[in-house]
């Protein structure tokens, strides 16, 4: 089984930072894309910002040139860095990432998520 746990949500006042985290453990061969995702309250989940393996990066444009996706190969970790944070950026945040793992005769290659970290933005 495959595990992702964020942290680093909390409450900022509008302008301010936030560093988020997620760790996946378990019994993992590979972790191919992550991203984060949110939802706010009454809307879909969207997507914020997506890495590849390989380090290629992708935003949604309302967070371009705000916020930072990064990873850390070694320690299963893909972080979000949000600056200049602004109260429509108040939302629950979830970490996915596609995991490839051994199981049984094959290697098989699922999509996990967290269970979500809450950011709000006070104005």
């Known amino acids: 089984q495959v595990q992702l746990v964020e942290s680093g949500g909390g409450l900022v006042q509008a302008g301010g930072s936030l560093r988020l985290s997620c760790a996946a453990s378990g019994s993992i061969f590979k972790i191919n894309a992550m991203g984060w995702y949110r939802q706010a309250p009454g809307k879909q989940r969207e997507l914020v910002a997506r890495?590849?393996?390989?380090?290629?990066?992708g935003y949604a444009d309302s967070v371009k040139g705000r916020f930072t996706i990064s990873r850390d190969n070694a320690k299963n970790t893909v972080y979000l860095q949000m600056n200049s944070l602004q109260p429509e950026d108040t939302a629950d945040y979830y970490c996915?990432?596609?995991?490839?793992?051994?199981?049984?005769?094959?290697?098989?290659?699922?999509?996990?998520w967290g269970q979500g970290t809450q950011v709000a933005v006070s104005s």
């Open positions: 996915n990432a596609g995991v490839t793992y051994f199981s049984s005769h094959y290697y098989v290659t699922d999509d996990y």
């Open positions: 890495i590849t393996s390989g380090g290629s990066t």
